[in-house]
C-alpha cells in the first residue's frame, strides 16, 4: 500500500468578490445586527434585576472585550478610559459573583459605567463594518490565546475552577 499524502488542499470561495464587497457593508446592514443588540442588551439587564447567570456575563465580556478591541483599531479611540471603567466594574462584578455562588450584584457605579459602555459600544457598531468587526474578533481571539486578558477565576476549597476571560 502506498503512504496516503498529508496535503490537505484549503477550501475555495465560490464568490470572491461578493464576500469582499459584504466586507465593506456596515454592520448595520447586516441581518445578524439586531440579534446582537438584542443578546447584549438582555444580557444587560438580567445583570441589572439581578437574575444574571454566567452566559448573560459572558455576553456582556464579548461586548466590552469588542468594544476595546475596536478602540484599539481606531473606531471611538476617545472613550478609551470609558470602555476600561466599563470593563473593570464587569470583573469586580464578576469576581464578588463568583464567590458568591453565581449571584451577579451590581453596585450603582458599575451599573453606571456598563450603561454607558454599552452605549460606546453600540455607537461603535453603528459605525463599523463588517470587515472591522472580523478584525476586532481576531485582535479579541489573539488577546485571549496569549494571554493578555484578565482572567476571572472561581475560587472554591483553596483551587481554581472555570476559568473564564474578562
Avoid at 470593563?87 to 459573583?97: I, P, T, W
Amino acid at each position: 500500500m502506498r503512504k496516503r499524502s498529508k496535503y490537505k488542499p484549503k477550501g475555495v470561495r465560490p464568490d470572491a468578490v461578493s464576500w469582499v464587497l459584504s466586507g465593506l457593508k456596515p454592520f448595520k446592514a447586516s441581518p445578524h445586527e439586531l440579534n446582537l443588540r438584542i443578546k447584549n442588551h438582555d444580557a444587560l439587564n438580567t445583570v441589572r434585576l439581578g437574575t444574571a447567570t454566567r452566559t448573560d456575563l459572558d455576553a456582556l465580556i464579548a461586548a466590552m472585550n469588542m468594544a476595546e478591541a475596536l478602540i484599539r483599531m481606531g473606531v471611538g479611540s476617545d472613550w478609551s478610559v470609558e470602555i476600561r471603567s466599563a470593563q473593570d466594574a464587569l470583573y469586580y462584578l464578576a469576581r464578588r459573583g463568583v464567590e458568591n455562588n453565581e449571584r451577579f450584584i451590581l453596585t450603582g457605579s458599575e451599573l453606571k459605567a456598563l450603561n454607558l459602555g454599552m452605549e460606546i459600544h453600540d455607537a461603535q457598531l453603528d459605525a463599523c463594518t463588517i470587515q472591522m468587526l472580523e478584525q476586532a474578533i481576531d485582535i479579541v481571539t489573539a488577546d485571549i490565546k496569549n494571554r493578555k486578558a484578565q482572567p476571572i477565576t472561581e475560587i472554591k476549597n483553596g483551587h481554581d475552577r472555570h476559568p473564564q476571560t474578562a
